[in-house]
């Protein structure tokens, strides 16, 4: 039961799609899906972490903040979505076990070098996927 009540407490909230002010992510999704949609002006990253299930993150409306910004992304028998503007500068450092990981667009233009989306974690058994529109 104790186990069972943390889990159902972190379900209710992820699975339901939800608006995000805040400047950082703290996605986590087991046995099921999340979604998440970041809004901040001075977003500086955070982590994501699906296991046995799914996260999409729309960051579509949202700005880096200056500098490096650090997205941890763990990712163990699932799927990980990032939707990012076509214009940010995104760095990969995955490590990868029996998974993989995509940018779906390799025609960037990169509008401010100052501003950096560093992501990194582990996929193992899944996959990440960055899109960007």
């Known amino acids: ?3 069972f009540g943390r889990t159902r407490k972190f379900r209710d909230k992820i699975i339901n799609v939800s608006s995000s002010k805040e400047d950082q992510i703290d996605l986590v ?9 970041i809004t901040s002006h001075n977003f500086m990253g955070g982590r994501i972490t699906a296991v046995f299930g799914g996260a999409e993150v729309n960051m579509l ?12 992304v763990t990712c163990l028998f ?9 214009d940010w500068n995104i760095r990969m450092e995955m490590m990868h076990v029996l998974g ?6 390799a025609k960037v233009i990169i509008t401010d070098k100052n501003k950096t989306l560093v992501i990194k974690g582990l996929v193992m058994f899944g996959g990440t996927e960055i899109k960007r529109f």
């Open 1 to 3: 039961g104790l186990i």
């Open 29 to 37: 999704s087991v046995f099921g899906g999340g979604e998440r949609t």
């Open 61 to 72: 409306n949202a700005k880096l903040a200056e500098g490096i910004n650090v997205l941890d």
């Open 78 to 86: 699932g799927g990980v979505e990032i939707i990012v503007p076509s």
């Open 100 to 105: 993989g990981t995509s940018d779906k667009n």
